[in-house]
């Protein structure tokens, strides 16, 4: 299996520069094996696929406290991460 590129928004990388140093590490460790494989089913991780406004995108849980939205681009074997959200507001935002 070929690996992807994992990618995280700039938006992404202000959340993530706010966190504490032991959540930073855990949420870029996780976000990382995405890069493995990052469909619902394979790698690991507790992920789904969902349609939001019309868009296929999926999600990643990251423990109990944050949530991820990401897209897959396959023809370019890149991972987008384009929204981290503390799991409660990404429940009330998106409605899952």
Excluded: C, W
């Amino acid at each position: 299996m070929s690996e992807y590129r994992v990618q995280v928004s700039v938006e992404v990388e202000g959340f993530l520069d706010l966190l504490d140093v032991k959540s930073r590490r855990i949420v870029r460790s996780n976000l990382g094996k995405l890069g493995v494989d990052p469909y619902p089913g394979g790698g690991v991780g507790d992920k789904e696929r969902l349609v939001v406004e019309g868009e296929l995108v999926y999600r990643l849980h990251v423990g109990r406290m944050y949530t991820a939205f990401y897209v897959v681009l396959e023809g370019e074997k890149v991972v987008r991460v384009f929204e981290l959200l503390p799991s409660d507001k990404a429940h009330k935002k998106y409605g899952y």
